[in-house]
C-alpha cells in the first residue's frame, strides 16, 4: 500500500500555477497510491460548503473523480479551512480525519496533524484557534451571508499576515517538549504534521527509541509530498 501525505497547499482561484500543479498531481502521481492524506489548509480560505463557486466546484470535481477511480482521500481541518463540512465531503468522497489521527502503515503506528497545536508558544494564534473551532462561533460565522464571511476571512487573514511577519520565529515553529507529550498520548514513533511550512524530517529520541517528525511543505511555488510505501521506505521531495 502506497500513501502519500501533503499539507498546506493553500489553493485560491488568484493561485492558477499551484491549482493546476495539484491538479496534474491528483491525475498524476497520486493515482500510483492507494490512499491520499491531506493535512490541513487544503484551501487558503473556505468561506463554507454554500459558497459554490467555479474555482471550488473545479477542485471538487476533480476530487470526486479521484475517489470515484479508488483513490482514497483523507482530510483535516487546517487553520484556513475549518469550515469545510459535510456537503463537501458527500459531494468529493474525501473523509474527515480528527485533528489527531492515528494510522498503521505496515504495523507502524503514524499520528498525523495539521501541526498548529503543537506551536505552544504563540499563544495569541492558540487564543484565536480556540475561539474559532467553537461550535456556536462557527454556527454564527455560517449564519451570515456570503458577503460578509468574506469580509470577515479577508480581516482574518490580514491579522494572520501581520502576526507571522512580526513574530519571533521560534514562536511560530513547534516545541518539542509538545511534540513529544502527544506522541507519548498516542503511543508512536512517528509523527507527520504541516503548518509551520519549514518541511525538514526531523530524528530524535522518544523515551530511549528513535523518533521522527516529518514536516510537510506549503505549496507556494512547488508541491511537496511525503510517499511511504508498505515496505517503510518514505521520501519527501519537491516537484
Same mark, same amino acid.
Given at each position: 500500500?502506497?500513501?502519500?501525505?501533503?499539507?498546506?497547499?493553500?489553493?485560491?482561484?488568484?493561485?492558477?500555477?499551484?491549482? @493546476?500543479?495539484?491538479?496534474?498531481? $491528483?491525475?498524476?502521481?497520486?493515482?500510483?497510491?492507494? #490512499?491520499? /492524506?491531506? =493535512? +490541513?489548509?487544503? !484551501?487558503?480560505?473556505?468561506?463554507?460548503?454554500?459558497?459554490?463557486?467555479?474555482?471550488?466546484?473545479?477542485?471538487?470535481?476533480?476530487?470526486? @473523480?479521484?475517489?470515484?477511480?479508488? $483513490?482514497?482521500?483523507?482530510?483535516?481541518?487546517?487553520? #484556513?479551512? /475549518?469550515? =469545510? +463540512?459535510?456537503? !463537501?465531503?458527500?459531494?468529493?468522497?474525501?473523509?474527515?480525519?480528527?485533528?489527531?489521527?492515528?494510522?498503521?502503515?505496515?504495523?507502524?503506528?503514524?499520528?498525523?496533524?495539521?501541526?498548529?497545536?503543537?506551536?505552544?508558544?504563540?499563544?495569541?494564534?492558540?487564543?484565536?484557534?480556540?475561539?474559532?473551532?467553537?461550535?456556536?462561533?462557527?454556527?454564527?460565522?455560517?449564519?451570515?451571508?456570503?458577503?460578509?464571511?468574506?469580509?470577515?476571512?479577508?480581516?482574518?487573514?490580514?491579522?494572520?499576515?501581520?502576526?507571522?511577519?512580526?513574530?519571533?520565529?521560534?514562536?511560530?515553529?513547534?516545541?518539542?517538549?509538545?511534540?513529544?507529550?502527544?506522541?507519548?498520548?498516542?503511543?508512536?514513533?512517528?509523527?507527520?504534521?504541516?503548518?509551520?511550512?519549514?518541511?525538514?524530517?526531523?530524528?530524535?529520541?522518544?523515551?530511549?527509541?528513535?523518533?521522527?517528525?516529518?514536516?510537510?511543505?506549503?505549496?507556494?511555488?512547488?508541491?511537496?509530498?511525503?510517499?511511504?510505501?508498505?515496505?517503510?521506505?518514505?521520501?519527501?521531495?519537491?516537484?
Amino acid at each position: 500500500m502506497i500513501n502519500i501525505f501533503i499539507s498546506d497547499l493553500h489553493l485560491e482561484s488568484l493561485r492558477i500555477d499551484i491549482t @493546476d500543479i495539484f491538479l496534474n498531481f $491528483l491525475k498524476t502521481k497520486a493515482r500510483q497510491a492507494d #490512499r491520499l /492524506f491531506i =493535512l +490541513g489548509d487544503f !484551501f487558503e480560505v473556505w468561506l463554507g460548503d454554500d459558497d459554490l463557486n467555479p474555482f471550488s466546484l473545479k477542485i471538487m470535481s476533480a476530487l470526486r @473523480d479521484a475517489t470515484q477511480q479508488g $483513490l482514497a482521500i483523507f482530510i483535516m481541518h487546517g487553520n #484556513r479551512d /475549518f469550515l =469545510l +463540512g459535510k456537503k !463537501f465531503l458527500n459531494d468529493t468522497g474525501c473523509i474527515l480525519l480528527p485533528e489527531e489521527h492515528v494510522i498503521d502503515i505496515n504495523g507502524t503506528r503514524i499520528l498525523l496533524m495539521h501541526g498548529d497545536t503543537l506551536c505552544t508558544l504563540d499563544k495569541k494564534y492558540l487564543a484565536a484557534r480556540k475561539k474559532m473551532r467553537n461550535w456556536f462561533f462557527q454556527k454564527l460565522i455560517l449564519w451570515k451571508s456570503l458577503e460578509k464571511r468574506k469580509a470577515l476571512a479577508a480581516k482574518y487573514r490580514e491579522a494572520s499576515k501581520s502576526h507571522t511577519s512580526t513574530a519571533a520565529e521560534h514562536i511560530l515553529d513547534v516545541t518539542q517538549k509538545e511534540v513529544e507529550r502527544v506522541m507519548r498520548k498516542h503511543g508512536v514513533q512517528h509523527l507527520i504534521h504541516g503548518h509551520t511550512h519549514r518541511p525538514a524530517v526531523h530524528t530524535f529520541q522518544l523515551d530511549g527509541l528513535p523518533a521522527t517528525r516529518t514536516v510537510l511543505g506549503a505549496w507556494h511555488e512547488k508541491g511537496n509530498v511525503l510517499i511511504w510505501d508498505e515496505k517503510g521506505k518514505k521520501e519527501l521531495i519537491d516537484f
